[in-house]
């Protein structure tokens, strides 16, 4: 994972995932077994990638800042989610 900050305009983070899904067609791929939060500030940006990933057969949670996000984080770690 990596994090670069922009002082003003937000912070990206990229995530890469080694799943074998990767060498498989876009019709073929299922990532039924991945739970997503996605966060950002912009709404059409966060409804786009939880859409694409919920096509994929994943479930996804919304957040529109990372306060939200990691209020989110927090009370699904505290439930044992």
């Known amino acids: ?3 670069k ?6 912070t990206t983070f990229t995530v890469v995932l080694d799943i074998p899904e990767a060498e ?7 990532l039924d077994q991945i ?3 996605i966060d950002d500030d912009d709404d059409i940006t966060l409804q786009t990638t939880v859409d ?3 096509v ?6 919304q957040a529109h800042n990372g306060a ?4 989110m984080i927090t009370g699904r770690h505290e439930i044992g989610g």
Not at 24 to 30: A, N, P, S, V
Not at 56 to 61: C, I, K, R, T, V
Not at 68 to 71: L, P, V
């Open 1 to 3: 994972m990596n994090a």
């Open 5 to 10: 900050v922009s002082r003003g305009e937000g």
């Open 24 to 30: 498989r067609q876009l019709e073929e791929i299922r």
């Open 35 to 37: 739970d997503a939060l």
């Open 52 to 54: 694409e990933i919920e």
């Open 56 to 61: 994929l057969g994943s479930a996804a949670e």
């Open 68 to 71: 939200e996000a990691i209020k």
